[in-house]
């Protein structure tokens, strides 16, 4: 695992050859940040390659390529398509990089497409017409998730029952000048404890407008419980080392009546146990 808090990196050795480093611009839980500029120094100075996976924020607040990273990845299901009706992914390089050193003098673009041609992983024609009728309404949709993320941050970090929030767009938050200093935005996915586990449960049972599933990206509000699902087969112990703890409760924003959602977050909150 990484530890965001550091320039803590494991390394994958890859069957071609060349070792590589996989991150994240944040993480989807904790939402702590790390300096990717400095990752991807690092890395390179090794010969590694950088992966990203740039799911969490999409290519319309952040794009890796353009700090240092050489391959990014993202969940096509999530942003990119937007309405979860489809599962799809992407792997995008960047231009004419030639890896002469390390790669064999081969362009890792063609590599990558002759793994996924050799094992037969191309998306089928009309997931990837749902994918591209998607990336037209993309960053309308994801200027509106943040937005209402924005917003719904604010609410809870000043609800008396909300013991913290973790959301790159609050001032509070201790990694807001590295973001945004790499991103154009916070997004619409966030996280808060409530200092209870039958809280967190009431809250995430009883919401309306959230759906309970452990996605992201949706014009749908989804909310989940990630030590109860996302996380549960991580074993109690590692969970509770690493900070993890059972009443987080994890929410990714859609492009609902904002004030609807606050609403709904105000009344499971107002009803839950004390």
Same mark, same amino acid.
């Given at each position: ?22 991150? !994240? +611009?944040?993480? &989807?839980?904790?939402?702590? @940040? ?10 390179? $100075?090794? #010969? ?48 004419? !990089? +030639?890896?002469? &050193?390390?790669?064999?003098? @081969? ?10 041609? $050799?094992? #037969? ?112 087969s991580i074993p109690a112990a590692v969970r509770e080392a690493r900070g993890l703890t059972e009443d987080l409760v ?22 839950g146990p004390v």
């Amino acid at each position: 695992m990484l530890d965001y808090r550091g320039l803590f990196c494991f390394l994958w050795k890859w069957k071609i050859g060349p070792n590589k480093i996989m991150s !994240r +611009l944040i993480v &989807s839980v904790f939402f702590m @940040l790390a300096s990717f500029q400095k990752i991807a120094e690092i890395a390179h $100075a090794h #010969g590694a390659l950088v992966l990203v996976d740039n799911s969490i924020m999409s290519p319309v607040l952040s794009q890796p390529l353009e700090l240092g990273a050489d391959i990014v990845m993202h969940s096509a299901t999530k942003f990119i398509a937007g309405h979860s009706d489809v599962m799809a992914g992407v792997l995008a390089v960047k231009g004419e !990089r +030639l890896f002469i &050193s390390i790669y064999n003098d @081969l362009r890792l673009a063609k590599d990558l497409y002759f793994l996924q041609n $050799a094992e #037969g992983s191309g998306l089928a024609p009309f997931d990837c017409w749902i994918c591209l009728r998607g990336i037209k309404t993309m960053a309308l949709r994801v200027e509106k998730q943040q937005e209402n993320a924005q917003k719904i941050a604010e609410f809870l970090s000043s609800h008396p029952k909300v013991k913290k929030v973790n959301y790159a767009g609050l001032p509070s938050h201790p990694g807001r000048s590295l973001h945004y200093s790499q991103a154009k935005g916070a997004g619409s996915v966030l996280s808060f404890l409530t200092g209870s586990i039958g809280l967190s449960k009431h809250i995430t049972e009883t919401t309306k407008y959230f759906t309970i599933a452990v996605s992201f990206g949706s014009v749908k509000s989804l909310i989940s419980m990630p030590c109860f699902m996302s996380h549960a087969s991580i074993p109690a112990a590692v969970r509770e080392a690493r900070g993890l703890t059972e009443d987080l409760v994890r929410i990714s924003v859609g492009i609902e009546d904002v004030d609807d959602l606050i609403s709904d977050l105000d009344n499971a909150l107002r009803t839950g146990p004390v």
